[in-house]
């Protein structure tokens, strides 16, 4: 989690918030979330009792302040650039509801061993239909649009955000694209 957050402290815009969602954990996530917290007013801590991946994210969707959504777990990182990239594409084309990146596939001490992307854009409902064409922290989205599809349905215990996906793009979502990787899948 610590380098999660060392990695959205590090973005080079510097317009976001933090909300680590501590749910039910029983190692140090909260205090590790807590700390980061006190030096920094752009992180929040909610805490509840476990409920499980949906229900963790749809308690930070409520708590989020800004239109557009990232979702992390505590073992992805983002490049430095990411949040700049992915904003400057929405600026540049406001009829996009997501944007997606490429990605990079990494080890549990941090070594790069792959690189994957998808190309596709615009309505994507035929290849979400499918499978799941990149991981969450590679994609940011609309909050209004994520509100409408439901949010993250939380009786799901793997594919959750496959499902949001899914409902998003049935809702008609244009999925735009960065050809840069810019998240870090462990």
Same mark, same amino acid.
């Given at each position: ?28 996530? =909260?205090?590790?979330?807590?700390? &980061? ?17 949906? &229900?963790?994210? #749809? ?5 989020? =302040? ?17 949040? !700049? ?7 540049? !084309? ?5 944007? !997606? ?28 239909? #499918? ?25 799901? =215990? ?18 735009? =694209? ?9």
């Amino acid at each position: 989690l610590a380098e999660t957050i060392a990695s959205i402290e590090s973005q080079s815009n510097p317009g976001w918030e933090v909300i680590v969602v501590d749910d039910g954990s029983t190692d140090e996530t =909260r205090a590790t979330a807590e700390a &980061a917290a006190r030096t920094d007013a752009r992180i929040r801590v909610l805490s509840q009792p476990n409920g499980g991946e949906g &229900a963790a994210r #749809n308690a930070g969707i409520g708590a989020a =302040r800004f239109e557009w959504l990232l979702f992390l777990d505590a073992d992805d990182r983002i490049a430095p650039a990411h949040l !700049h990239r992915m904003m400057e594409a929405v600026v540049a !084309h406001p009829e996009l509801d997501a944007v !997606h990146c490429g990605w990079f596939m990494v080890d549990p001490s941090g070594r790069v061993f792959a690189e994957y992307g998808c190309r596709d854009i615009g309505d994507l409902f035929w290849i979400l239909a #499918n499978r799941n064409p990149f991981p969450i922290h590679a994609c940011v989205v609309r909050r209004d649009l994520v509100d409408r599809a439901g949010r993250f349905d939380p009786s799901l =215990r793997t594919c959750a955000d496959w499902d949001l996906w899914q409902r998003v793009a049935r809702l008609g979502a244009r999925f735009g =694209r960065i050809p840069e990787s810019l998240a870090y899948y462990c």
